[in-house]
């Protein structure tokens, strides 16, 4: 899975590793209007909270949840942006 | 059965006035909060529910009343008081940052230690998530009643860019129209 993801051309890289909940999750949102549509927007983020964070606002938000993996002490959460 | 008898346009313009009925009754995609509290970490529970319903593109209402307003306060200002107010004043926290703890107050130790270790944790303060609350148009409404209770003035409020004075109407008003209404 994370070697796809590696694979992904990333639109918009969004690094909240600097802050806790609810920072991500916020960082995301502001970030999400410079994602152009079908582009993916990647969350890097140190909560593993931001996972489920980002799936269920994906889905609420009509976006694509696309996969995460962790990397070195920190998550890195895929999304592509629809409409 | 009447249904029976009754025409199909009939039928049809009823269900319309239903359906009218309907969406005029159906809440916004809102929420509504109370903050009556005045403590630090309850106050803090509520902008990050209220800041995690903006990323959700709700809009937020936030009534603050009683111990609440302490958290509205800038030291910085001081306008002038009768004596209850000045009693009041310098007895309740005169900022954010200053709020007690619900628990592990510990005579005053409590506060700064969490402070301490939030901050290691990278968790946002509670200055902070204000700030991000008015970023992301989170509106604040003030309960004029407590305000008068306590002797405090709209002069002495934080620079908030979506603040306003009101009475309960407003908030069952507001909370009326919400989807959900939370009370901390």
Known sequence: ?83 | MSEDTMSQEETIKSLMARVEALEENAPNDSLCLGVMDGDYDKTMAAFIIALGAAAYDMEVDMFFTFWGLSALRDPKKKPKKDFLGKMFGAMLPKQASKLPLSKMQMMGMGPPMIQAVMKMHKAKSLDELMKDAGEFGIRIHVCTMAMDVMGMKKEEMIDYPHIDYVGVGAFVGMFQEAKQCWFM
């Not at chain 1, 600097?18 to 916020?26: D, K, S, V």
């Not at chain 1, 990647?42 to 931001?50: R, Y």
Request: hydrophobic share 35%; aromatic share 8%; glycine share 10%.
């Open chain 1, 1 to 83: 899975m994370s070697e796809e993801l590696k694979a992904l051309e990333v639109a918009v890289e969004v690094d909240a590793r600097g802050t806790a909940c609810p920072g991500p999750l916020l960082d995301a949102k502001r970030a999400i209007g410079d994602c152009p549509v079908g582009g993916v927007m990647c969350v890097m983020s140190s909560d593993e909270g931001t996972i489920i964070d980002i799936q269920r606002w994906s889905k609420k938000m009509k976006h694509e949840y696309v996969g995460d993996y962790e990397d070195d002490g920190y998550w890195r959460v895929y999304m592509k942006k629809n409409g």
